[in-house]
């Protein structure tokens, strides 16, 4: 072996093992501990706050007949995107099926996306703009075709996620807006209906809790793999697209028409979603992000995590998701010690030993 071999060796050695420094190891053990946590916090939260059922829960005979177009357009886009729900569920469980926190609740995610599918039905149905056999046709034509993921790794999905969740959030507010009679986009002045109202309500509730739910998962893996994660999130938004926009019939039409009515559309997804997303994930802009990750790429990485660091200051407040990721930790164990969990396998906080 040269001098140099050695040389090279004993550094990639040293760097390896660097004090403080958590291994690979120990970085997935804590990250699993901490899905698993959250993923039982997460459900006894939904079974006691959101537990509401899509056929009884809404006065759906009361439903107004006479809505706009646009706004019947609107919610049978919807319906087209969330029904696709078996092929999200499906997809994406083989990805993530070795962590048991985060695949299990991909399961429990999908029983509340699956009712979401069933709400929107029934707005259609009620509404009267749909026909039973004209629905039974359209679900046969959707399902047709099959849903693809954008990524296929649990990183890439989980900054997907979140991204997906908040613009679903943000377009089922905006709807609540229009059925609540508050809008003052042209053609939506006739749309006020209150089974309109809580039904958005419902369901932008739990689209909240989703996002929240990869929103912690995300801070996870920006504060112990950030090098790695905020690669992750730029792929992501570079390419965003919402689910299943390329298998629906008449898209375009929908996603015009709800651009149109400031429900979403490019100018909703850069202010409320990802100028949101990024400021809850630490991010320090979305300008800082892009410049950042492309400075990255342009230069060697062998370096190693070090030198990586001083490229990311630029764009992550690191600081901010440490004490996030703390608050997480808190949250667990507050939750945990109430169930006994924490007796027998406590969740500890550890610190990623990255100097920032
Ligand atoms: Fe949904
Ligand atoms: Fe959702």
Redesign the pocket.
């Known amino acids: 072996m040269s001098l140099n071999e050695l040389q090279s060796e004993l550094a990639e050695h040293r760097s390896a093992t660097s004090p403080g420094l958590l291994s690979i190891e120990e970085k997935d053990r804590l990250l699993e501990r901490s899905f698993l946590g959250l993923y039982r916090w997460y459900v006894s939260r939904s079974q006691k706050t959101r537990n509401w059922n899509p056929n009884t829960d809404f006065d759906w005979k009361n439903m107004r007949t006479d809505h706009s177009e646009k706004l019947n357009t609107i919610l049978e886009g919807f319906f087209a995107v969330e029904q696709y729900v078996p092929d999200y569920v499906f997809k994406l469980l083989r990805v993530i099926r070795r962590s048991y926190g985060r695949s299990h609740f991909h399961i429990r ?1 999908g029983s509340e ?1 699956e009712k979401h599918s069933d709400m929107w039905e029934n707005a259609l149905l009620f509404s009267r703009f749909r026909t039973p056999e004209w629905i039974e046709n359209y679900k046969y034509e959707l399902r047709s075709k099959e849903y693809e993921l954008p990524w296929d790794n649990p990183m890439h999905m989980i900054f997907y996620t979140v991204v997906q ?1 908040r613009a ?1 959030q943000v377009n089922y507010l905006n709807t609540g807006l229009i059925a609540a009679g508050k809008s003052d986009i042209e053609g939506f002045e006739n749309d006020a209906d209150p089974v309109l109202v809580n039904a958005a309500k419902a369901i932008s509730a ?2 909240a809790a ?1 996002y929240n739910f990869f929103l912690e998962g995300a801070r996870l893996y920006l504060y112990y793999y950030p090098a790695q994660a905020l690669e992750a999130l730029y792929d992501v938004i570079k390419f965003f697209a919402m689910p299943a926009g390329d298998l629906i019939p008449r898209y375009d039409k929908f996603a015009e028409v709800a651009a149109a009515a400031r429900i979403y559309g490019p100018r909703e997804h850069i202010t409320d979603v990802l100028d949101i997303a990024l400021a809850n994930l630490g991010i320090e802009g979305r300008r800082a992000l892009m410049r950042g990750i492309k400075r990255m790429r342009n230069v060697p990485t062998e370096q190693g995590d070090l030198h990586d660091t001083a490229w990311m200051c630029d764009m992550l407040d690191y600081e901010n998701v440490e004490q996030k990721v703390k608050q997480l930790f808190g949250r667990i164990n507050r939750y945990e010690e109430k169930t006994g969990h924490h007796e027998i396998s406590p969740l500890v906080f550890k610190p990623s030993g990255l100097t920032w």
């Open positions: 995610w996306e969740e679903t739990d689209e989703h």
